[in-house]
T-cell receptor, first 109, second 114 residues
Framework: TQLLEQSPQFLSIQEGENLTVYCNSS?????LQWYRQEPGEGPVLLVT?????EVKKLKRLTFQFGDARKDSSLHITAAQPGDTGLYLC?????????FGPGTRLSVLP | KAGVTQTPRYLIKTRGQQVTLSCSPI?????VSWYQQTPGQGLQFLFE???????NKGNFPGRFSGRQFSNSRSEMNVSTLELGDSALYLC?????????????FGPGTRLTVL
């Protein structure tokens, strides 16, 4: 059983559409991070959320941390082909740092 | 500023052998973390080194070990390789220790165990 679950696993949409991907856990996290990974490259950090209920915006991307700090969401407005990639959420668990399985997003032109 | 570099980029080994992977962090970064990425298990944290000391550790067997040198460069060693060790091994560096800090990932070393 994964400590962090992500949904959907795969998402294929047309350019210009909006989408939301989710990261859920039954455990409380002190913080969560979102990464995007493109083929052949390492993940790139998009955002870190720390406070329950926190909302952060990064251009067309909006990140929310749940009030109970057990879940997070990433909303993309007017998706572009450049948004294509694997979106991963991750957070610290003691001395470990756990990742969700990721949502693979494909934005078609 | 140069990014995180990892060598070699590709490696093929056979079961029972051992392997050493190398990571050079971004200049000025003193923390280096190692991760394993597989299609089945996803991205998993191995360990983090800061100032030549292991600070954090994931749930991997003792066959996986690492070290960090005084110039912050790090090596990861896997002994007695198993088929399941085939994976992309990623290294990430950050200025400070701890999981709150931004990590910069290298491109990874693709290890294939035959």
């Amino acid at each position: 059983t994964q400590l962090l679950e992500q949904s959907p696993q795969f998402l294929s949409i047309q350019e210009g559409e909006n989408l939301t991907v989710y990261c859920n856990s039954s455990s409380v996290f002190s913080s969560l991070q979102w990464y995007r990974q493109e083929p052949g490259e390492g993940p790139v950090l998009l955002v870190t959320v720390v406070t329950g209920g926190e909302v952060k915006k990064l251009k067309r991307l909006t990140f929310q941390f749940g009030d109970a700090r057990k879940d997070s969401s990433l909303h993309i407005t007017a998706a572009q082909p450049g948004d294509t990639g694997l979106y991963l959420c991750a957070g610290p668990r003691g001395q470990n740092f756990v990742f969700g399985p990721g949502t693979r997003l494909s934005v078609l032109p | 500023k140069a990014g995180v570099t990892q060598t070699p980029r590709y490696l093929i080994k056979t079961r029972g052998q051992q392997v050493t992977l190398s990571c050079s962090p971004i200049s000025g970064h003193r923390s280096v973390s190692w991760y394993q990425q597989t299609p089945g298990q996803g991205l998993q944290f191995l360990f983090e080194y800061f100032s030549e000391t292991q600070r954090n550790k994931g749930n991997f067997p003792g066959r996986f070990s690492g070290r960090q040198f005084s110039n912050s460069r790090s090596e990861m060693n896997v002994s007695t390789l198993e088929l399941g060790d085939s994976a992309l091994y990623l290294c990430a560096s950050s200025f400070r220790t701890g999981f709150y800090n931004e990590q910069f990932f290298g491109p990874g070393t693709r290890l294939t165990v035959l």
